[in-house]
């Protein structure tokens, strides 16, 4: 395998983190010239992308769901623009450290680290039945 390889492998693995559909394809069209650090950095990045949108759909219905589950609250026009301005601020702040936090996955995959994200490499080991050494 060149460096050419070896870089572009490189760079595919890291996009996949900001971009997580990349990894999808990734996944389903795998090179030729694939490592084990690639898979693993592939697979890692599809559930941390499905992972971080779950999280970020939930981010996004909490003030509705706040709404639902306290019924006093749906009844006072002045709380419930409260809770939404809330909600919108914590929208902002989630999106900036979701972004962040791949970013950081991106620039650390680049470099050619092997690094485990807390939750989401056991995850992704128990859907993609990998064993590792402990």
Not at 28 to 42: I, K, N, S, Y
Not at 88 to 110: C, K, N, P, Q
Request: net charge neutral.
């Amino acid at each position: 395998m060149t460096s050419g390889d070896d870089d572009d492998l490189r760079s595919r693995a890291a996009n996949g983190y900001v971009v997580w559909p990349l990894a999808v394809l990734d996944l389903f069209r795998e090179p030729p010239q694939a490592t084990a650090w690639w898979r693993l950095h592939t697979r890692q990045a599809f559930v941390f992308g499905i992972a971080a949108t779950l999280a970020y759909f939930v981010l996004l219905a909490l003030p509705l769901l706040l709404a639902v589950a306290i019924p006093p609250l749906a009844g006072s026009p002045t709380a419930i623009i409260w809770v939404y301005a809330l909600g919108l601020l914590a929208d902002i702040v989630g999106a900036f450290v979701l972004m962040g936090l791949a970013l950081s996955f991106r620039e650390r995959t680049l470099r050619g680290d092997l690094f485990a994200i807390p939750w989401i490499t056991p995850l992704t080991d128990r859907l993609f039945r990998l064993d590792r050494e402990r």
